[in-house]
């Protein structure tokens, strides 16, 4: 657990929230642990844990499901600080994992410092740059919790 919180906490923070979005799961196996379980009771349980499956599938549905994770990208998808991890697609070179480490202010507009994990690479990006890439980054970081579960 801490080398995830070292590495990547909001990773930590998310799979956290996701159990607490999966309570049906959590109870039911509980529950399948006594002895007072009926037969139509534990087919209900079962067919509602079929049926969150299948809406986690469903893009149209699956950001309803995840309250608590999704809250968690949408805040960090909205605020960028230092510290922050994000995804950036290079085209012909793939997705490079980048992290803000300065916020600076010039001539009245933000500028943050970009530094990337796998080649030392950094780069200045404008707000509306880098809030366009959390953007895309927190979809593909709701993906990716469905992807978990």
Known sequence: MMDIYTRDPLWLELGI???MDLEILVVTTYEMEGERFELP?????FEAIRQL????RDDGTSRCILRN???LIRRNSKTP??????TKQFPGHGGFRGRIV?????DDEKVFKVA???DDAEEELGEGEIMGLLGVYGDGLHQR???AI
Do not use: P, W
């Not at 009771?41 to 349980?45: A, G, I, K």
């Not at 499956?53 to 986690?56: C, E, F, H, I, K």
């Not at 300065?102 to 010039?106: A, R």
């Open 17 to 19: 929230a996701a159990h």
């Open 41 to 45: 009771l534990l087919f209900s349980r």
């Open 53 to 56: 499956g299948r809406s986690l």
């Open 69 to 71: 994770a999704d809250a």
């Open 81 to 86: 600080k230092e510290g922050l991890v994000f």
């Open 102 to 106: 300065s916020i600076e202010v010039v």
């Open 116 to 118: 990337y994990d796998d």
């Open 145 to 147: 919790v469905i992807d």
